[in-house]
């Protein structure tokens, strides 16, 4: 086929381009319709298609005026049989006809014939040589197609299958005889035109839906599809479905819809316990459906769900059974009941129900999973003296809720009547009721008694020759009595201990009788709130000075409501000069700094009411922290505010009041010790001078040795009235005497600014003897003289030059010294005399009680 050229002085004159598939070309309706073919035509070849409904909407006849050609209702135009164009053109006429309206119309079709070849303009003036390359002829699939290189004709060597190669893209060459190209190649696109050859088939070859039964006309099943390899969106590939046969066939319960494959209900009674499963052979075929076009079958199994549309039902109408008095927890009857749904489901697993007959709940029905039965038990004692029989009245539903059939209504519930007879037997005691409640105020004191527990023998409606004994008593309040079952505190009952719920207190209990049978009940303790609690808050709290300036005060009260809030909040005198308090909603309260205060930790002492004015004081620590969140404050030291009592100032006229006072008491003091001192002094000097030393601590007995002991005198000073003294007393009016002395092993030395020379006791005691050992005799005979001449010296010079004169010790000697330890000093007469130990001052008392145990 020839193409004209899109622009003069292109390189062909006519551009070609072949296809195996007819171009339909749609012109106005009712008025000509030219299509190009190839001039050689097969049987039932697809020449073109027309769009009727432009030129008559409802045309119920249509007809072609050609009996080579045939025009099917969508407008597509058919061969009859081979058919064979001449050179020139062909034309028919396709007649419609509207029986209703009495319209009529026609429609021409020119048919055109077509070359499969290519020219080139310069073939007018040299001698053209054609030729093609591409896929189908040098490439995959090899020499499909074949050129005649003098007429440029192109040629088919064998059949394509379109499934495989839908189209090909060829370029063509005009070469000269010596080799030269007057034209650039011309690409040629090859489509090739789709024939029936594929049958289509379902996607699935046997396929399963479900559907419930009963369900609505019309409901949707499934939907089947099917596939078909030829060319998509033409006539090869318009399936149509239908349903060849359903098994069983009777009723027709399902359809199909043609096009779409969507399977529905055509009935609403399906029903599962008549048939639970149905199956379809389905049909496809393509070319719209048309007796000609291929086909295939397939299979659809449609299973149908159970409904809960059957009501369950008891085998029996009545039933009738015995249990024993005061029996419990036993199965006393099993029903078997009838249901006609899928069993194990909750289609048909029973629900029984008493409906009737149980008031005081001693029986309890359930259903026994393994056998769907009905079990009868009884819960709670059943008392012949009370009824010798029950009659119950039993009902049967299924769990799942009942669902109603198009044909059928809802069924009521299926029930029967059950006999139950009452056996008698002999008895324990009856706690009737089970609970008890007794009134109590609150802050009873221990050894109150209360009303107890009451239990009775149902044999003789009485308590007798029952005992009593507590089974709980969570805090240990109450002690009970064996014999009549009353309670006696223990405890003080306090309403706001922990045990204590909703102003109750519980007490179980246990009745025995003589054989050891027994019943429980429990006892319940109320307890009347008592105002006995006054309103506590918590002792610190924070104020955020970047949040707020103010804390929010949340007072609790363990009184009840009725001795609670309305809490009233004072302040005492101190606190208020810094705070204000403001309360709210009578349970809580706003406690606000009056000005800034520094960041620090302040009490504020605080006295809370309650409504009827049971108050507490309360010492609250407040801390006023720079934070956002209390948990944010760091504050962990405490200032002086709230550690030290508050500070007082003291006037000048206090100071000076505190202070003369205190010089008179001093003065008062002084003068007392005045006194003691003279009465002490007269005591210290008797007229036995001597009977005041001490002697040695280590003495073991009058007369022995003193081995080794340092004793130095005290200083004191005293004022004695004598101006005259004798030897053997001490005195001198304001002389301070002096007397210190020095025991050795190599005897005394008594050193004296009157005398220049140095006496020892060896001197006296006489050479020869243990110089060591000195006796209480040779000590008193040595220092009385001597003592005596100085304190009488003493007294008669007035500038007590010879005080200076004194006994006293030598310094260290060196090392071998020859001096032992300081004796014992005393002027005592008797050399065994300790009677001096009786008038000693009392911080002398322990030293001498030590030297007489020695």
């Known amino acids: ?119 080139s303009d310069a073939a007018q003036n040299y001698t053209i040589f054609y030729s093609i390359s591409g896929p189908g002829v040098d490439k995959e699939p090899f020499n499909l197609f074949f050129i005649e290189k003098d007429t440029g004709d192109i040629y088919c060597t064998r059949s394509i299958d379109r499934e495989q190669y839908d189209q090909f893209l060829l370029y063509g060459y005009a070469t000269t005889a010596d080799g030269y190209a007057p034209e650039y190649p011309l690409p040629l696109l090859m489509r090739i035109e789709d024939d029936n050859d594929n049958t289509p088939y379902f996607e699935y070859q046997k396929t399963v839906f479900n559907v419930p039964e009963n369900c609505r006309s019309g409901t949707s099943v499934g939907q089947v599809t099917a596939i078909d390899l030829d060319e998509p969106d033409t006539l090869h590939t318009r399936l149509k479905y239908k349903i060849l046969q359903q098994i069983p066939d009777h009723p027709k319960h399902f359809s199909i819809h043609p096009d779409t494959g969507v399977i529905t209900t055509a009935t609403p009674f399906l029903d599962r316990e008549k048939c639970d499963t149905y199956e379809l052979i389905m049909e496809v075929r393509d070319m719209g459906g048309q007796p000609f076009g291929l086909f295939s079958t397939g299979r659809v199994t449609i299973s149908l769900l159970d409904q809960n549309d059957n009501a369950p039902y008891f085998t029996e109408t009545s039933y009738v059974t015995e249990v024993e008095e005061n029996r419990i927890n036993v199965d006393i009857l099993r029903m078997k009941v009838h249901d006609d749904d899928l069993p194990n489901t909750p289609h048909s697993k029973a629900v029984f129900t008493i409906l009737q007959g149980n008031e005081h709940e001693n029986f309890k029905i359930s259903t026994d999973p393994n056998t769907n039965e009905a079990v009868l038990c009884v ?91 507590k089974l709980g008593d969570e805090d240990n309040w109450f002690e009970i009595n064996e014999h009549t079952g009353d309670l006696t505190t223990l405890k003080k009952l306090d309403r706001e201990s922990k045990f204590v719920k909703n102003n109750q207190y519980n007490v179980s209990v246990i009745a025995m009788d003589a054989a050891g049978r027994s019943c429980t009940g429990t006892l319940v303790v109320h307890l009347e709130d008592y105002n006995d609690h006054p309103p506590h808050i918590d002792k610190e709290v924070t104020i955020c000075q970047q949040d707020k300036d103010y804390a929010v005060l949340q007072p609790i009260d363990e009184d009840g409501p009725e001795n609670g809030p309305p809490f009233q909040f004072l302040l005492d005198n101190a606190s208020s000069r810094l705070w204000t308090v403001e309360a709210k909603d009578g349970k809580t309260a706003i406690l606000r700094q009056r000005q800034n205060l520094d960041y620090d930790y302040y009490p504020v002492v605080m006295q809370i009411k309650d409504r009827h004015g049971l108050a507490a004081k309360h010492v609250l620590t407040v801390k006023v922290c720079d934070c956002i969140a209390p948990s944010d404050c760091r504050m962990t030291e405490k200032s002086v505010r709230d550690v030290q009592p508050p500070k007082v100032i003291l006037g000048k006229w206090a100071i000076l009041a505190m202070v003369l006072g205190a010089a008179l008491l001093l003065c008062v003091l002084f003068t007392c010790f005045c006194v003691t001192t003279k009465k002490v002094v007269k005591k210290c000097f008797p007229e036995d001078v001597a009977q005041q030393n001490l002697i040695v601590s280590n003495t073991e007995g009058p007369g022995e040795e003193v081995m080794e002991a340092n004793i130095r005198l005290p200083m004191q000073t005293s004022n004695i009235c004598d101006t005259s003294m004798s030897v053997g007393t001490l005195g001198g009016q304001g002389i301070k005497t002096q007397q210190s002395f020095e025991m050795t092993k190599g005897g005394y030395t008594l050193d004296s600014n009157k005398g220049g020379g140095h006496q020892t006791l060896e001197s006296i005691k006489g050479v020869g003897q243990d110089p060591g050992r000195y006796t209480y005799t040779d000590w008193q005979s040595f220092t009385q003289p001597r003592l005596g001449e100085k304190v009488y010296l003493c007294g008669q010079d007035e500038e007590h030059k010879h005080s200076e004169d004194y006994v006293r010790a030598y310094n260290y000697e060196g090392k071998g010294s020859l001096a032992g330890s300081v004796g014992c000093c005393s002027d005592r007469q008797e050399e065994e005399g300790l009677e001096f130990l009786d008038h000693l001052e009392p911080k002398f008392r322990t030293l001498a009680k030590t030297c007489v145990n020695k």
């Open 379 to 469: 819960v709670k004692p059943l008392n012949y003296e009370a009824t010798r029989q029950v009659v119950l009245k039993i009902g049967v539903l299924n769990e799942a809720q009942f669902a109603k059939a198009a044909n059928s209504q809802t069924p009521a519930m299926c029930t029967t009547t059950v006999t139950v007879k009452i056996k008698d037997r002999d008895e324990g005691p009856e706690c009737n009721p089970a609970v008890k409640v007794i009134q109590s105020t609150d802050g009873v004191p221990a050894g109150q008694e209360l009303l107890g527990y009451k239990a009775l023998d149902p044999e003789t409606r009485s308590g007798e020759g029952l005992r009593y004994k």
């Open 1 to 119: 086929m020839a193409v004209a050229c899109a622009a003069p002085g292109s390189i062909f004159c006519k551009q070609l381009l072949f296809s195996l598939l007819v171009l339909t070309l749609f012109c106005d309706a009712c008025q000509k319709i030219s299509l190009q073919v190839p001039s050689h035509l097969q049987a039932e070849t697809l020449v073109g298609k027309v769009n009727l409904e432009e030129c008559l909407k409802s045309a119920s006849l249509i007809l072609s005026g050609d009996p080579a050609f045939t025009i099917r209702e969508d407008g597509s135009i058919y061969t009859t049989r081979d058919l064979s164009l001449p050179s020139e053109r062909k034309s028919f006429f396709i007649f419609l006809s509207d029986s209703q309206r009495q319209e009529q119309k026609q429609i021409e079709i020119v048919l055109s014939a077509r070359d499969n070849k290519i020219q």
